[in-house]
């Protein structure tokens, strides 16, 4: 699976915000089944894109928070990975490259507050660890899809927990599964027979935009349910990428999961950046 993820540095105990974007070439984080590429498992971008799967990474057993599957070598699921997503880097590559560009800043484990707002997917709780284990415990803004649903309130409840004269590091993006056939979608989940949908809430929201751009969608008087309004909230902050989406879908199907996270990203960059412009 992959991750999507970009900074945003919040510092000095206030709300001015500095930023670092890794660049879309290169923000694809690959999480690949083998220690070997992933003993910090990725699948997060600093930035916009990555893409995780399963992991063999072997944790002990009280640790074990990623599903797996048995899967070829690394280097072979690496290539496949790349091939979807060219520049995707290993979770332990991103983690050094962002604590290497952040530590020029003046952020250290003791002064930095790590926020993240991934999906709530486990899958994406690899990549959240692994910055744990530099920085800390998290302040998770996140829900469905990576979505920053905790919103103006809980940016603002975050804000007031940076260390005095210190900084936050917050990790955002969505997360797209690619099995071992290189499909775009889909993840082994340890356990588990079934070739799982991945980024599931992600591909409901698709689909549901897909059932208005191509005739279909049920008409309905119903107001957004409560039980389930994070995923209600997904599908209208899509809306605006339905076009887009079905340009990339002439293409074929796969084409349309390959972008379907980039559209995530962006529609949640603009969410973040008016979180982030109303919190200063």
Known sequence: MMLFPKAILPTNGSNSILRHLCRRSASTVLASSSSSATSSYQQQLSSHLPTQQHNNVQHPPQQRRLNSSTTSSSEDF?????????????????????????????????????ATSLCCDELARVLEDDFVKIYGNNFNLGGLSGFPFAGNTGFGAMAAHIPDDGYCLLIHGPHVGICENGSIGKVERRGIALVDNCCGSAIAASNYLKGITHGGAEITTKLQKFSDFQQGA??????????????????????RMKELPYALYDSQELLVREIV???K
């Open 234 to 255: 997904v599908q209208e902050l899509i809306l605006p990428f339905g076009k887009r989406l079905s340009d990339a879908e002439e293409g074929g199907e796969q084409n």
């Open 277 to 279: 412009r109303k919190g």
């Open 78 to 114: 690496d290539k496949v990975v790349k091939a979807a997503f060219p520049g995707a880097i290993s979770n332990t590559s991103l983690v050094k490259k962002v604590t290497s560009i952040v530590s020029k800043k003046g952020f250290t484990p003791t002064n930095t507050l790590l």
